[in-house]
């Protein structure tokens, strides 16, 4: 017993050193790309004018490093996969793909980094990218194609808590569902807007999760996230301030996703606005100010999302992450405890 979770311990550090290595390599070659291709970042905007002239600094930074997150996690799966088949050994230990664990998640990075991608190289045609509407359809499309993975596939029509099992039917299970996955793929999205703060905030998530599917003992899932942690190390090294380059939707995307599908399969869905609180934050924010002009027809925020309120009040970029991870890291803290006192109890 202590043999396997020492084992698995040391296969799960080691996708993280992986991920972080790999994703190191990609940094050059993404950025001789970004530079030749002009993928830079463009940030102005019509509707959102005091958001437009805090990031004017930022204007011709490369941008689309996302995929600098989600290639390694998708790489090393395959490598190890085809490594374990010709030569088995080390490579069978070291392969984490697997249908019951990984599959889903994998499948989620990909289709969100992907989809992010087409996203962000349209900005580069004509600043815009897709509309809000269009990006709610694509990930509603994608969430509806999980949700039916998991009723139809994974026999699902219950909410999980830990060891806690909620049956709510099929229909109520599709619902709740698709809510979370459009919460947290757009909350990210909108969270992911000052240099160091969607990185140092996933990473913190992910490595909840990565705790959750350890003491689960789904050993490939916490390799899964591992991988994916150091990867966004790498990104996070460069991104934080002043940032070296920005991930796009392509990395808010595909993180995000992975984030979804993560806290299903470690039965940790219901406690996500306590595991996110700043996605919670900054979502609400942009909410609350919608609400506002429409019925009040005044603002409650200078700017929305919530982190340009804050630059716009003359508070320094660094210090608006920084306090953005603490409170999240206390969410993270929190959610670990109950997580195990349900666990234990």
Request: hydrophobic content about 55%.
């Amino acid at each position: 017993m202590v043999n396997e979770i020492f084992l698995n311990l040391i296969k799960v550090v080691i996708h993280g050193l992986f991920g972080f290595l790999l994703s190191m390599i990609l940094v050059p070659i993404y950025l001789k790309i970004a530079f030749y291709f002009n993928l830079t970042d463009k940030p102005f905007r019509k509707d959102a004018p005091i958001a437009s002239e805090t990031l004017k600094e930022k204007a011709g930074t490369p941008t689309v490093a996302g995929v600098i997150m989600w290639i390694p996690p998708l790489f090393l799966a395959i490598l190890f996969f085809v490594l374990s088949k010709i030569f088995g050994g080390i490579f069978e230990f070291l392969n984490f793909l697997s249908r019951r664990e990984t599959y889903l998640v994998l499948a989620g990075l990909f289709l969100g980094g992907f989809f992010g991608l087409i996203d962000d190289l349209l900005r580069q045609f004509n600043y815009q990218g897709l509309r809000r509407r269009d990006t709610f359809v694509i990930y509603l499309v994608i969430g509806l194609i999980f949700a039916w993975w998991f009723i139809t596939k994974l026999n699902f029509n219950f909410i999980d808590f830990v060891d806690k099992r909620i049956y709510v039917g099929v229909l109520w299970f599709l619902i709740y569902f698709l809510f979370v996955f459009l919460a947290v793929v757009l909350s990210g999205d909108i969270t992911d807007g000052v240099d160091g703060l969607f990185g140092g905030l996933s990473f913190l998530i992910l490595l909840t999760l990565t705790i959750f599917a350890f003491l689960n003992k789904d050993y490939n899932l916490a390799s899964f996230g591992s991988a994916l942690m150091g990867s966004i190390l790498t990104y996070l090294w460069f991104n934080f301030y002043p940032a070296k380059f920005f991930d796009g939707n392509t990395g808010s995307f595909s993180v995000s996703v992975a984030i979804v599908l993560m806290s299903f399969f470690t039965q940790s869905s219901l406690i996500l606005p306590l595991l996110t609180p700043i996605f919670v934050l900054e979502a609400g924010s942009v909410l609350l100010q919608l609400f506002s002009k429409k019925v009040f027809k005044r603002k409650i925020f200078l700017s929305t999302p919530i982190h340009h309120h804050f630059k716009s009040l003359g508070w320094h970029e660094s210090s608006i992450t920084f306090r953005f991870w603490m409170i999240n890291l206390i969410g993270c803290i929190f959610s670990v405890i109950i997580y195990l006192i349900f666990k234990i109890y």
